[in-house]
């Protein structure tokens, strides 16, 4: 594992810190994004795990591409349309896919600013904790680019078409309370607070049925697209298999002698 991403395992969660603070954890030019990729690579099919965390070191959740990396590389302007957009798809877009097909239950740790990509990033999780010190914001239009990495795809689902086409239009960079009361967060701590209360959030989940854990977040992650009746057919199927677990039935012995 690079040093630009630090890698923990306790019991069935495992954490992900990306760790180039100096340059606030910015995806591009910084070997973050190839860490994120060869990380995500290696736990995605671990049955021993249940939970991912994600989170950054330093004041930054993450800022997204570099800048400075961006105005140094003559490669940004150089190139065909179609060599452009291959090298988004075989970089920060195959991470944000890798991100959304996972089947462990990813929670966004956000310790402090998510801006354009990191915020894309923190919003693919599946549960958001925020410290107050957090800043989420899509400024990417102020540099005549659009949302590149999956945000307008992603935040209109989670806030409503018109908050986020405000918020993509303007580039307005929001805290940590806002996020919280338009539902892009799930809680705000104070920042001394966001690892414990992580902790106790990925516990609770680690501590379910891992194979029904895997199934029903890979339902939660169909329901985006699939019609209602194919979706009940995945249901009907997955409930199927669940039915014919050891887990499953280990649980009905033990609610029989302690129910709810």
């Not at 954890?25 to 060869?38: D, F, I, K, Q, Y």
């Not at 940004?76 to 075989?90: D, H, L, M, N, P």
């Not at 199934?215 to 997955?238: N, S, Y």
Request: net charge negative.
């Amino acid at each position: 594992m690079s040093g630009a991403i630090l890698l923990e395992i306790d019991g069935r969660t495992a954490t992900i810190t990306m760790n180039r603070p100096t340059v606030r954890n910015a995806l591009t030019g910084t070997g973050v994004l190839e860490g994120l990729l060869s990380a995500l690579d290696t736990l995605r099919d671990d049955p021993d795990l249940s939970v991912l965390v994600l989170t950054g070191a330093g004041s930054a959740f993450s800022a997204g591409g570099n800048l400075k990396d961006m105005r140094a590389s003559e490669d940004i302007f150089e190139g065909s349309a179609r060599q452009i957009a291959e090298s988004y798809r075989t970089s920060i877009l195959r991470l944000m896919r890798t991100v959304a097909s996972l089947d462990l239950v990813t929670i966004a740790s956000i310790n402090g600013p998510a801006i354009g990509g990191g915020c894309d990033l923190a919003l693919l999780c599946d549960l958001r904790l925020a410290s107050s010190l957090a800043r989420f914001g899509q400024p990417v239009v102020d540099l005549g680019l659009v949302p590149g990495d999956g945000g307008a795809w992603i935040l209109p689902r989670i806030v409503g078409w018109q908050r986020a086409a405000e918020l993509i239009f303007t580039g307005r960079i929001i805290d940590a309370h806002e996020a919280l009361a338009m539902g892009l967060v799930l809680e705000v701590v104070e920042a001394d607070q966001l690892t414990d209360r992580t902790g106790v959030l990925a516990s609770t989940i680690a501590k379910k049925p891992p194979n029904a854990l895997r199934l029903t977040k890979r339902l939660l992650r169909h329901a985006r697209t699939a019609d209602f009746d194919a979706f009940l057919d995945m249901t009907a199927a997955f409930q199927a298999i669940s039915h014919h677990s050891e887990e499953h039935r280990q649980a009905i012995t033990s609610r029989s002698e302690t129910p709810f």
